[in-house]
């Protein structure tokens, strides 16, 4: 006699799984792509151990100054990228200007060593939503990212908070004049910052692709639309503006 078939229960039937190459599967796997751009491989290492530490994090590419920057994330397009502020070449609010401009969609961590409500505005001007010290990354990484992740703001210190509300808010008299209406171009910010580094006509004209009469012109036109009179004043200008550190 044949012996009898037990029938299945239906709570044991194995659970339906998404295809591998559904959308879902790969929205569950796809991590989120983080650049790193310090001008010390240290920082970045430091960095980046703390992002691959988690599963869903990886570090897509690295730079070491602000115009590298910028060119990587034009061929990476990272989903988020973490900028020192202070780097050669070009500092990290420029290269967040310049980012945001082709790639508005990207979530920028500013790192600096300063707390400064001036440069908080700078920051929130440059259309970066985070602003962290170097010093707290070690703590802090983590909950920037995730917060910036989530399309949220992550800005450290009290200070920070009050001007992040006030900016948020639409308290635009407190903005002071220069972050409202920036007279130089994106061009002439990259100038001021190579002549500020010591770098000559000739030096900034190769490093910008340019040739030296339009360096000089350029160098020109930045005197008469600021009133400065010498280089001294131009690197003094730089450091007040935090287009350079002292």
Same mark, same amino acid.
């Given at each position: 006699?044949?012996?009898?078939?037990?029938?299945?229960?239906?709570?044991?039937?194995?659970?339906?799984?998404?295809?591998?190459?559904?959308?879902?599967?790969?929205?569950?796997?796809? $991590?989120?792509?983080?650049?790193? #751009?310090?001008?010390?491989?240290?920082?970045?290492?430091?960095? #980046?151990?703390?992002?691959?530490?988690?599963?869903?994090?990886?570090?897509?590419?690295?730079?070491?100054?602000?115009?590298?920057?910028?060119?990587?994330?034009?061929?990476?397009?990272?989903?988020?990228?973490?900028?020192?502020?202070?780097?050669?070449?070009?500092?990290?609010?420029?290269?967040?200007?310049?980012?945001?401009?082709?790639?508005?969609?990207?979530?920028?961590?500013?790192?600096?060593?300063?707390?400064?409500?001036?440069?908080?505005?700078?920051? &929130?001007?440059?259309?970066?939503?985070?602003?962290?010290?170097?010093?707290?990354?070690?703590?802090?990484?983590?909950?920037?990212?995730?917060? &910036?992740?989530?399309?949220? $703001?992550?800005?450290?210190?009290?200070?920070?908070?009050?001007?992040?509300?006030?900016? &948020?808010?639409?308290?635009?008299?407190?903005?002071?004049?220069?972050?409202?209406?920036? $007279?130089?171009?994106?061009?002439?910010?990259?100038?001021?910052? &190579?002549?500020?580094?010591?770098?000559?006509?000739?030096?900034?004209?190769?490093?910008?692709?340019?040739?030296?009469?339009?360096?000089?012109?350029?160098?020109?036109?930045?005197?008469?639309?600021?009133?400065?009179?010498?280089?001294?004043?131009?690197?003094?200008?730089?450091?007040?503006?935090?287009?350079?550190?002292?």
């Amino acid at each position: 006699m044949e012996p009898a078939r037990s029938k299945a229960s239906p709570t044991s039937a194995a659970p339906a799984t998404a295809p591998a190459g559904s959308a879902a599967a790969a929205t569950a796997t796809k $991590p989120v792509r983080i650049m790193i #751009a310090d001008d010390h491989e240290i920082v970045r290492r430091g960095l #980046a151990t703390i992002i691959e530490s988690r599963r869903d994090w990886m570090v897509c590419t690295e730079a070491s100054d602000g115009r590298e920057a910028v060119s990587k994330a034009k061929q990476h397009r990272p989903d988020l990228i973490i900028l020192d502020i202070s780097m050669p070449n070009m500092n990290g609010l420029e290269a967040a200007r310049q980012i945001l401009k082709f790639a508005p969609q990207t979530q920028i961590l500013i790192l600096t060593m300063h707390e400064s409500e001036e440069l908080v505005r700078n920051v &929130l001007a440059a259309g970066a939503r985070g602003y962290m010290f170097k010093s707290d990354a070690g703590r802090d990484l983590v909950a920037a990212v995730e917060a &910036l992740r989530l399309g949220k $703001p992550y800005f450290t210190s009290k200070v920070a908070e009050k001007v992040l509300s006030g900016y &948020l808010a639409g308290a635009t008299e407190d903005v002071p004049e220069k972050v409202a209406q920036d $007279p130089l171009t994106p061009r002439e910010r990259e100038i001021i910052q &190579l002549l500020a580094e010591g770098k000559s006509s000739k030096e900034v004209a190769i490093s910008l692709g340019l040739s030296v009469k339009t360096a000089e012109t350029h160098r020109a036109n930045i005197m008469r639309k600021l009133d400065l009179h010498s280089i001294s004043d131009l690197v003094r200008y730089a450091i007040r503006n935090k287009i350079i550190e002292p």
